[in-house]
Every structure is written in structure tokens, then in C-alpha cells.
């Protein structure tokens, strides 16, 4: 009896002796499955912060990196001023029922300076400046008078909308409204007649729908198709800094 008292004791002392081995094994495998599954998450974070700081260098580099600045110069063809010209001396000649009238009209091709400063990478602010100027025979009856010579300077204040900035090229729009300041004078051949000149002030704008520009970091060209003081097509270079 007490034998197998003895056996049973010992049967429960390894028994028990077993059930904490088996625990401290589902422990240790546990601890090891929590390591691994720690690794794993600091390796993700690591990763996903690496990632995060990556694009937020690019970013900063790539806005730091777009131009601000910008000066164009350009050359364009059939300007508002133009337009008023023939309007005016078509005006003049029906008013007189022929008898004053114009000829040999020319007319230079409207030369234009503009700068912007991009504010924002869609939106640039600044300014339109343009000339431009036409000289004609003037006649009453069929006998010629003298010449007139006109000079417009324009001043618009503007503002560009950059549709698409690419790396090599881009697409945008703009338009301006200001003042052309007319300069006209007379020349006459006859000498009862005094040469004089008058100035006044003329309300302008720049409307361009669609404008196409290309190049590299600093050195562009463009094409504009549009109407106003630039002209109804304006082409020409362009700086950026």
C-alpha cells in the first residue's frame, strides 16, 4: 500500500515535472513569436519612415526647384492698336465722304516685354508692356498732305495661369487690362499748315486663351494664340529663374 502510494506521488511529481516543461516551451515559443512579429512591425515603421522622408525631400526639392521668376520678350502680329488705326482712318474717310483719306499704311509688329511671379506653381502675377507704331499718307481730295505717325505704348497689369508644367514644356493662359498711351503727329507738306502731335489715353487688354511654351531650365520658347495689344499670334523667348 505504501509501495504504491510511493509510485503514485511519483507518477504525479513527473507528471507535474512535465506540465511546467510544456509550459515553459509554449512561453519561450510565444516571447519568440511576439519578437518576431515586433521585428516585423519596427521594420515596417522603418520602412514607412524612410518612405515618408524620402517623398518629402523630393517635394521640397521639386518646389524649390520650380522658377518663380519670369521674363518674356515677344513679337506678335495684327495688335489692337492696329486695328484701331484702320478703324480710325475708315471712320475719318466715310465722315468726309471720301475726301480725307489714307494710304500707304504700315504698321510695325507689336514688340512686348512681360514679367511673372509664380505665387503659386498655377498662378503668376506681374505685368504686360508693349509697343508698337504706323506711319500713312494722308490726302484731301487726291492731293497729298503730309504723313502721320502714331506710337502706342501699353501697360497692362496681368495674370498667368499655368495649366500644365511639365519638366520640358507646359500649357497656360493669361490675360491683362490696362492703358495704351497714343503719341500721333502730323507732318504736312504744306507750309500754311503748323505740325503738331497729340497724346491721349486709351483703355487696352491682352486676352490669350491658349499658350504652348518649351525648353529647359532657364531658356524657353513660346507660341500664343490670343487677341490684343500682343497681337492675335505672339511668339518668342522666354527666361526663367
Known amino acids: ?92 474717310t466715310t465722315m468726309t465722304a471720301g475726301y480725307v483719306s489714307y494710304d500707304n499704311e504700315k504698321f510695325s509688329l507689336p514688340l512686348s516685354v512681360e514679367y511673372f511671379y509664380h505665387i503659386n506653381p498655377l498662378v503668376g502675377v506681374g505685368g504686360i508692356a508693349v509697343y508698337s507704331h504706323g506711319k500713312r499718307d494722308m490726302f484731301y481730295g487726291n492731293e497729298l498732305q503730309g504723313k502721320m505717325k502714331t506710337n502706342y505704348y501699353t501697360f497692362l497689369p496681368a495674370v498667368k495661369f499655368s495649366w500644365l508644367r511639365k519638366k520640358n514644356w507646359g500649357l497656360y493662359s493669361k490675360a491683362g487690362l490696362g492703358v495704351s498711351v497714343r503719341n500721333q503727329k502730323w507732318n504736312w507738306y504744306d507750309a500754311s499748315h503748323t505740325n503738331d502731335s497729340d497724346t491721349d489715353f486709351i483703355l487696352n487688354f491682352q486676352g490669350t486663351p491658349i499658350g504652348v511654351e518649351c525648353g529647359n531650365q532657364y531658356y524657353w520658347g513660346f507660341l500664343e494664340l490670343g487677341m490684343g495689344e500682343q497681337g492675335i499670334v505672339n511668339a518668342g523667348i522666354r527666361i526663367k529663374m
Open 1 to 92: 500500500m505504501l509501495n504504491h502510494c510511493a509510485f503514485c506521488i511519483q507518477t504525479g511529481s513527473v507528471t507535474h515535472g512535465r506540465k511546467i516543461m510544456v509550459t515553459k516551451q509554449v512561453i519561450i515559443k510565444n516571447e519568440k513569436k511576439r519578437k518576431k512579429v515586433i521585428k516585423k512591425m519596427i521594420k515596417k515603421i522603418f520602412a514607412l519612415t524612410l518612405f515618408v522622408s524620402v517623398c518629402s525631400i523630393l517635394n521640397i526639392n521639386a518646389q524649390e526647384s520650380e522658377s518663380k521668376h519670369e521674363v518674356s520678350f515677344g513679337v506678335g502680329c495684327l495688335a489692337n492698336s492696329q486695328i484701331l488705326d484702320i478703324l480710325t482712318d475708315l471712320t475719318g
